[in-house]
């Protein structure tokens, strides 16, 4: 199936060094002592988002220490107006994706579980380059406020009808393709844990734009503007071989400069690139 012929796209502006200077600066002996509760007040009251702060062992210890100055949980109506500009035009992270679903929907795989998908915005997105066969099916699973934007948008701008939502990550079992864009990080589960559930995991796996360290595993605290959640970052050595342990393997790997992770006063936990991976279940 012949991707469709892509529409330019702005480049992404470089921004905030002069920011990113005085976070580093503040870093040093003596003056962290002062900037690190500066920074903590600020980072309550920031409503701009992707902002990050602290380390945690768990999803719990992260959940325990946010603050409650904003909702803890992606589960609101602010959060089913975001990301609606994604919808119109794909990244350069995204072409990866791109690629690889239009290869797997040729082979005939036609039902898609899309992990943590919003509104549909893969969906949506995608759909500008890739002719969609007609029994295609696609089911997004998200937080119920995300679900009942989803159908709502869905009622005015899917005039195909081959888009569905859930609240129920088991509908994943038996589907094709699973496909999480940016979605894993915000999970009290991992993606192996999900997969291990289920009594038919999808054979094919896509996953993008997920924040990955070299070697260690934890979760932080991100402000989205919107809310204070906690956030997941995953070793890669530790994702790959808990995938392997499910029999997946990696067909493709690519990474993304377009998001990084930097840890304030944590520079060991901070991360320059996100990842991106689509394996497929052996035998399958």
């Excluded at 992770?261 to 991976?277: E, K, N, Q, T, V």
Aim: with cysteine; hydrophobic share 40%; net charge positive.
């Amino acid at each position: 199936m012949a991707a469709k012929a892509p529409h330019p796209i702005a480049p992404h502006p470089i921004a905030g060094n002069l920011r990113r200077m005085a976070n580093e600066a503040a870093e040093l002996p003596g003056i962290r002592l002062v900037a690190e509760p500066v920074y903590r007040r600020r980072f309550v009251r920031e409503r701009q988002g992707n902002t990050y702060l602290g380390v945690y062992p768990s999803f719990e210890a992260a959940m325990a220490a946010a603050p409650q100055v904003l909702p803890n949980t992606y589960d609101t109506a602010a959060a089913g107006e975001l990301y609606r500009s994604r919808l119109h035009q794909l990244t350069v992270s995204d072409y990866p994706v791109l690629h690889w679903m239009s290869r797997l929907l040729a082979a005939g795989q036609r039902r898609v579980f899309d992990l943590g998908g919003h509104i549909g915005v893969s969906y949506y997105a995608l759909r500008r380059y890739l002719d969609y066969p007609p029994d295609l099916h696609w089911l997004v699973h998200d937080v119920p406020s995300v679900v009942d934007a989803g159908r709502q948008w869905a009622r005015d701008h899917d005039q195909w009808r081959q888009l569905a939502f859930s609240t129920e990550v088991a509908h994943a079992d038996g589907r094709d393709i699973l496909i999480a864009s940016g979605a894993l990080q915000y999970l009290d589960y991992s993606l192996p844990e999900l997969l291990s559930r289920l009594a038919r995991a999808p054979a094919h796996v896509v996953v993008n734009l997920t924040p990955m360290h070299p070697e260690l595993s934890y979760f932080t605290l991100q402000n989205l503007g919107t809310a204070i959640c906690p956030y997941r970052v995953s070793a890669v050595p530790q994702f790959l071989e808990e995938m392997s342990a499910l029999d997946y393997t990696v067909v493709d790997r690519w990474e993304s400069f377009e998001r990084h992770l930097r840890l304030p006063f944590a520079p060991r936990y901070s991360i320059d690139r996100y990842h991106g991976f689509y394996l497929k279940q052996k035998g399958r």
